[in-house]
């Protein structure tokens, strides 16, 4: 009994002011485990960092109303890991799902002890182990250089994998099961760096620019929310310095906004930002109109709008790819400009790195888009041959679904209308289903146009590449006809001297020096002309198909260079 009373004096009034700042406060702190949140529409209460006997209190007692919504959240699983078993048992989580929710996670390796590698020394590495390479090659995490190794169990067949090794390299794994637990990684835009850095720095890299993060959401058939969230940096010793404190702050976003969303205390800072207003609570300010009462909004709505506005992290979304100048397409307008500039085979290699990155992002917003299908069959009423056996773990839910229908409507529902799972609200549904338009509209369909200006700049880049060989072969051609030119316009004239220079009885004392320099002209201006009208019909005069001519070059800085001199002097 004291225990329980303990566990109750550690909840506050949410809605006082010095509670809901220190909730904001412990959101934005990386040693922060965990909250309890419950509410309804006339009242809130929270506890924050609650241990074993506390959770093991909250969850004996009941709510106090069937329309109070409790949410659990849980940072750092592998911290709290009889936690996580307290909880797994109230709700008869399976094991496996148990199992992946307590999963240890990758150690991080030293920056320092991972050795830099030439482009050179990485190429000629993939040409030599390029068949071992998935066995032998230490891959390094994105994020945190963490490192998998070889595992002796691996070298000997035995594929041992742990779950944050399969997310951390198969960025668009997924797991939604039943009972509405959905399990999925989110890319959380730490740093935005200019489209120069990020060509140079990210070369190599195949994997998207950002934090990536896993979490696991359930929704129970008691109002009650779990969301649990990967530890940022796990392993870590000491404090963090101030970039990681303000990764926490980018990482846990959408948390603390949807937070903010349940205390009556963030009434003024709710009204003046609407975009970010989400309408969870019944009760609160904005979500009351000018007449004072409340909106459609039920209390009973809460636990799915809850789980939705958890899952919709649309800030991530708009920073990555929604927004109309976001990293992507920066990056390809200024591989596109620098293509202009000098058109190589280094482009290639750049541009097939970032056509990487992109498809591993198309691959995960296709992750969500699968989540959301399977969350929306799950609501869909199922046919009467296929209904669960009263002892199953589906056929509780579907009578506790009927009780919840019983309790709410005074009627018992027939089989027809039990779906799958934890049903989930009507305003819930309308949003996932709104939620997966706009994940096709705005963020699968830019992703594919990014990749489709991609697969265009490696054209273009290889079209200005062969445009650069073709001037440079028609300069060698001119400057190999103009060679030619000057020996043709010289060979009849050296034919002349020569022949003045034989010394011929009673020829050779006949010519005069002015003879010599008349036939000199005669046959340079013939020659010249002949030239000319040889360049014509054959169409080999210096002109500007491409590149400007010298004579047009020359003439060109001349008068650039007498301008400039007449200025001068008018200024003078």
């Known amino acids: 009994m004291s225990n329980s009373n303990a566990t109750s004096q550690r909840f506050e009034d949410f809605d006082q002011k010095s509670v809901f700042a220190k909730f904001e406060s412990s959101v934005l702190r990386a040693e922060s485990l965990n909250f309890v949140l419950e509410f309804d529409s006339k009242k809130a209460r929270g506890a924050l960092d609650l241990d074993l006997d506390g959770v093991k209190q909250m969850l004996a007692s009941k709510q106090a109303d069937i329309q109070t919504t409790r949410w659990i959240n849980v940072w750092a699983p592998e911290k709290q890991k009889e936690i996580l078993r307290t909880i797994a048992a109230h709700y008869a989580f399976s094991p496996r799902l148990l199992g992946l929710m307590c999963s240890d996670p990758m150690k991080p390796v ?11 020394q990485d190429f000629l590495h993939r040409r030599r182990d390029v068949p071992r390479r998935s066995m032998q090659d230490h891959v390094q995490d994105l994020e945190g250089h963490i490192e998998l190794g070889e595992s002796p169990s691996l070298a000997q067949g035995v594929l041992d994998l742990n779950h944050y090794h399969i997310i951390n390299e198969v960025w668009h794994y997924f797991s939604v099961d039943w009972d509405l637990c959905a399990g999925y990684n989110s890319l959380h835009n730490i740093h935005m760096p200019s489209p120069a850095e990020a060509v140079t720095t990210r070369r190599g890299q195949n ?9 696991w959401l359930v929704l129970c058939n008691d109002n009650t929310v779990i969301s649990i969230h990967e530890n940022p940096f796990p392993g870590r010793s000491g404090s963090l310095t101030s970039g990681e404190l303000g990764s926490i702050g980018v990482i846990r976003r959408n948390l603390l906004n949807v937070l903010r969303q349940l205390s009556k205390a963030n009434d003024t800072a709710r009204s003046q930002n609407p975009v970010m207003t989400l309408p969870i609570r019944s009760g609160l300010q904005p979500l009351k109109d000018h007449s004072g009462r409340g909106s459609k909004l039920s209390p009973a709505d809460a636990p799915s709008l809850l789980f939705y506005y958890l899952f919709d992290d649309w800030y991530t979304t708009y920073s990555l790819v929604a927004r109309r100048e976001h990293q992507y397409g920066d990056q390809l307008e200024y591989l596109r400009g620098s293509m202009f500039n000098k058109a190589d085979l280094d482009h290639i290699d750049r541009l097939h790195h970032v056509g990487r990155q ?7 917003y296709r992750s969500y888009d699968l989540i ?7 609501q869909k009423p199922f046919e009467k041959a296929v209904a669960p056996a009263p002892d199953t773990a589906i056929g509780a839910n579907a009578r506790s679904h009927a009780l919840h229908n019983e309790q709410t409507h005074g009627s018992i529902p027939d089989v027809e209308d039990i779906s799958f799972g934890v049903p989930l609200s009507t305003p819930a549904l309308v949003r996932f289903e709104r939620l ?6 705005f ?3 830019e992703i594919q146009e990014c990749l489709d200006e991609k ?17 440079a072969v028609e300069r060698l051609t001119r400057i190999t006809i103009l060679l030619a030119k000057v020996t043709i316009l010289f060979m009849p004239v050296s ?10 009885p009673r020829i050779s004392d006949k010519y005069t020096v002015q003879m010599y320099w008349t036939a000199f002209a005669v046959i340079m201006t013939v020659s010249f002309l002949f030239l000319v009208a040889f360049g014509k019909m054959s169409g080999t005069l210096e002109g500007k198909p491409i590149y400007r001519s010298l004579t047009e070059t020359a003439f060109d800085m001349s008068k650039h260079a007498l301008g400039s001199k007449r200025k001068k002097e008018v200024d003078d």
Do not use: C
Request: hydrophobic content about 55%; proline content about 6%; charged content about 25%.
């Open 358 to 364: 992109l498809a591993v992002l198309k691959r995960i």
């Open 455 to 471: 697969e265009a700049l490696v054209l273009l880049n290889f079209n200005l590449i062969a445009i650069k060989q073709s001037n």
């Open 110 to 120: 030293p920056a320092a002890a991972i050795a830099p590698h030439s482009r050179m």
């Open 207 to 215: 994997k998207p620019a950002g934090k990536r993060m896993w979490t």
């Open 443 to 445: 963020a699968m369909s």
């Open 372 to 378: 959301i299908e399977r969350i929306l069959d799950r």
């Open 436 to 441: 997966k338009d706009r994940i096709r509209l």
């Open 495 to 504: 034919l002349m001297t020569a022949y003045f220079t034989i010394p011929i």
